[in-house]
């Protein structure tokens, strides 16, 4: 019998396990995933992610300091962060006050206030950009930047399974209770596709925008059990621009931008090593469906791979909102951008943004990692050590009430994110 099993090698499933692995060398840890990490479904999968510690939110703040000294240092994260900066033009207030948190913690990344003309003098490559009624109070912080996220991920779980942790490829469709399945108030393991039962002491869903399914489909007349809106199944889209090499230098030397204003709502990464960039429409939706076993209404990611992947499969509504911040961000027609493919990136989304890190206060055994809400993968680096703190009842007592099953909800760590649609809306 394992020690720890965990479900889902993202962000915090592989985060945990390397931990765990260096923390508790004597421990058995199982990971489990559907394909070798990151699951391409998967929010952690992608091109790449924004890293970033500008938060309003100074709980945060603190954390994303953390993560981003490893990002700087680690030799295992180091190779994969590229510290190009990162430009907000908003009219929420997140830059100001980032910058204003700062100072209250007495920490200098640098960061700066730029009017607009000041922004398009520093940043010629925004010379176009679409900066109607932005404020002359642009926030800039050049300690923050991306990382390509597929590579980190493969380091990080290949760091993990090198320190002894036992990965199985396998898609998991329910959990396993105490006394064949009679006792729903013990946890005990979890059955694969396959008919495989792998057995713990202690289980870990890291299992993303799929657990409200998972525990609908393994428990679904147990109403104490189920997830009942703590976190939704999510997606944001994107896409993918590829630039032609002779315009390359246009580009090269962008900061990430965040344009968040009534007219234009996402993101912008610089050109990666083969010349992609990648822009980010962040209004989400969910995929609203009746789980007839449960009796429950449910967002559940779409099941064809070619609508949780890159492909073309994306509605054409949503292709022209994230083409729009492509022509907000650069320019309409900006030389050299050519539309490579779209993604809908699906997360799991709480209602405030805070991560749910907790044990299932209706079923021992059972713990639960997620909610990442499309603001954790900067986390990679240090989110495993809070995740064994709660497994092993050690988080302090903000981070225990935080992040718990059960709370209020109040505030609100990236409120952008709110889903506002549902995909048949725009189908």
């Not at 036992?166 to 329910?174: A, D, F, K, L, W």
């Not at 006394?179 to 289980?203: L, P, S, W």
């Not at 109040?410 to 048949?424: F, H, R, S, T």
Request: charged share 20%; net charge negative.
């Amino acid at each position: 019998m394992a020690d720890y099993v965990i479900i889902g090698a993202g962000v915090f499933g592989v985060s945990t396990a390397l931990y765990l692995a260096t923390s508790e060398p004597n421990a058995k840890i199982v990971l489990i995933d559907r394909s070798s990490s990151p699951y391409p479904s998967a929010a952690s999968s992608d091109l790449n992610r924004i890293i970033r510690a500008d938060y309003s939110d100074i709980f945060y703040m603190r954390l994303a300091l953390k993560a981003i000294e490893k990002w700087n240092t680690d030799p295992l994260y180091n190779p994969h962060f590229h510290k190009t900066g990162m430009l907000f033009a908003e009219e929420i207030g997140m830059g100001r006050a980032s910058f204003n948190n700062y100072i209250e913690i007495g920490a200098d990344p640098g960061a700066q206030i730029f009017t607009v003309d000041q922004a398009r003098q520093e940043f010629p490559v925004f010379a176009k950009s679409n900066w109607k009624d932005v404020a002359d109070d642009m926030y800039y912080n050049p300690c923050s930047g991306w990382a390509d996220a597929d590579p980190s991920m493969r380091a990080a779980a290949g760091a993990a399974l090198a320190a002894g942790v036992e990965y199985i490829q396998g898609t998991v469709e329910r959990l396993l209770f105490k006394d064949d399945g009679n006792n729903q108030d013990v946890c005990v393991g979890v059955k694969t596709a396959d008919g495989d039962e792998i057995r713990g002491k202690k289980i870990l869903l890291c299992t993303g925008a799929w657990t409200a399914k998972l525990i609908a489909d393994s428990a679904p007349q147990n109403t104490k059990l189920q997830v009942n809106g703590r976190m939704v199944a999510a997606a944001a889209t994107c896409c993918m621009v590829r630039c032609a090499p002779e315009q390359l230098s246009l580009y090269r030397d962008a900061p990430v931008h965040f344009l968040g204003m009534h007219h234009t709502h996402g993101e912008s990464i610089p050109p990666n090593a083969e010349g992609i960039l990648k822009f980010n429409y962040e209004v989400s939706f969910t995929n609203v469906e009746h789980h007839e076993a449960s009796g429950q209404t449910l967002s559940i990611p779409p099941v064809h791979a070619s609508q949780t992947t890159w492909s073309q499969r994306v509605p054409e509504q949503l292709k022209q909102k994230v083409r729009t911040v492509v022509d907000h961000v650069y320019g309409k027609n900006a030389p050299g951008l050519t539309f490579d493919s779209y993604r809908m990136c699906w997360d799991a989304v709480t209602p405030n943004q805070d991560w749910i890190i907790s044990s299932h206060p209706a079923c021992e055994g059972l713990y639960l990692a997620g909610g990442g809400s499309f603001h954790s993968f900067k986390f990679l680096p240090i989110l495993g050590q809070y995740v064994a703190r709660m497994l092993n009842n050690q988080l302090t007592p903000e981070e225990k009430d935080r992040w718990a099953w059960d709370r209020p909800n109040v505030g609100a760590a990236c409120e952008m994110y709110i889903p506002q649609n549902d995909l048949k809306d725009f189908v």
